[in-house]
């Protein structure tokens, strides 16, 4: 399998050399070759050349079986548009429309939250990844003086809306859940979220036997962390989804250890860990490589490589129980070094 890589900037790239790194030796453990194209397009790069992604930049990474990123941002490039056209352009322009990210609590010791273990933390958050408040419609008026006026328009589509609620309906069903939540603030938003009200009560009739409930964003944020074990998936648009993955990555131990993937259901996708670039963490080996090398994971899941996929999670879970793991979530070990202990855990999983 043919896998584009992109280190990015800060911690992006040291969290992408240990997913690698698990990357070849689960390759190696199970017999599968992984071919790896390391792609320089970065802050860096940005500041040498001026490209932030070269023009054929999205047909090359189309010719991909997936991508990986580690992260984008650098303070020496405040407005972001390295980040934009390679990490939001990529989303987009390769369609990849469902943001999966997993809210999983791996050990009761990782999480903030009183009395709450794996049990109660562990449900799915689907974030609608190519609209809403992201597609940078609008403009702004007399920029920079105080009669600025500064318009950002939410798109919502029917077509949007509608495969992306439809996409949690169908993984609860193919998953054997039996709730889908959405949020919404269409008490507010009452043009484009009457456009998901309507579209979650048609999906959800189609589903009688999954059980749809609605919240606010507001009050679904609230329920996130009083009582996390209500839910299962959790569907949200662009902006909304955004926000409560890091809460929910708090739930897991912290941005360190979440996962996420970019999904157009049978294209190439893109993976890469929810958090950002830290760069007052940057190049001391002390960011949590986990997030990354969990993305790898549910790279190789979605490829339909489920095997190599559990035994990169089981070499996590390990890990993460016998508290070889970075400082952040209670360790003594480097990122470099916490890469290498879950490297040498991998191993072919064999019949019980
Ligand atoms: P961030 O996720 O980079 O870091 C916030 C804080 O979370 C860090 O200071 C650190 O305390 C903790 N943290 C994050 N990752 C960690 C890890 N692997 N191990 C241990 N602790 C970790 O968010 P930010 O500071 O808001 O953003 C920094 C830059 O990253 C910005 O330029 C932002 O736009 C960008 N960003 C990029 C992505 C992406 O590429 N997917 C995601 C989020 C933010
Ligand atoms: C994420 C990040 C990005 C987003 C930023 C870097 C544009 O926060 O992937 O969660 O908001 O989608
Ligand atoms: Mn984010």
């Keep these: 399998m043919r896998l584009a890589i992109i280190p990015g900037d800060g911690i ?8 690698v790194k698990v990357l070849t030796r689960t390759g190696e453990a199970f017999g599968r070759r992984f071919e790896f194209e390391h792609l320089p397009w970065s802050a860096d790069y940005f500041l040498e050349t001026g490209i932030t992604i070269p023009s054929d930049g999205y047909d090359l990474l189309r010719g991909f079986d997936a991508i990986f990123i580690g992260a984008l941002g650098d303070p020496r490039t405040p407005e972001n548009r390295h980040a934009r056209d390679i990490l939001l ?21 990782l999480c903030p939250l009183k009395n709450r273990g794996p049990k109660e933390v562990d449900f799915v958050v689907f974030r609608e990844n190519t609209e809403g408040l992201y597609v940078s419609i609008g403009g702004r008026f007399k920029a920079g003086t105080d009669d600025e006026i500064a318009i950002q328009e939410e798109l919502n589509s029917f077509k949007g809306v509608n495969r992306i609620v439809r996409h949690a309906f169908a993984f609860a069903q193919s998953r054997g859940l039996t709730k889908v939540c959405m949020a919404d603030k269409s008490n507010a938003m009452q043009q484009g979220h009457a456009l998901w009200q309507r579209v979650f009560k048609q999906v959800a009739s189609e589903y009688p036997a999954v059980q749809a409930t609605h919240y606010y964003i507001d009050a679904l944020a609230m329920y996130m962390v009083l009582d996390p074990g209500q839910f299962e998936v959790i569907v949200t648009n662009n902006l909304f989804g955004d926000i409560i993955t890091d809460l929910g990555a708090t739930f897991q131990g912290g941005l360190g250890m979440a996962a996420s993937g970019n999904i157009h259901p049978g294209r190439t996708s893109m993976f890469e860990p929810v958090h950002g670039s830290a760069p007052r963490f940057a190049g001391k080996n002390i960011a949590n490589p986990i997030g990354a090398i969990a993305s790898a994971a ?11 996929a559990a035994a990169i999670d089981a070499a996590i879970l390990k890990a993460v129980r016998e508290k070889q793991v970075t400082p952040d979530i209670g360790g003594t070990l480097g990122t470099v070094e916490a890469g290498t202990y879950i490297t040498n855990q991998i191993h072919p999983s064999r019949p019980a």
């Design 12 to 19: 992006g790239k040291e969290v992408t050399a240990e997913a």
């Design 89 to 109: 352009g990529t989303r987009f322009e390769l369609d990849l429309y469902v943001n999966y990210r997993p809210v999983k609590l791996l050990d009761e010791r």
């Design 298 to 308: 549910l790279m190789l899941d979605t490829l339909g490589l489920d095997q190599e």
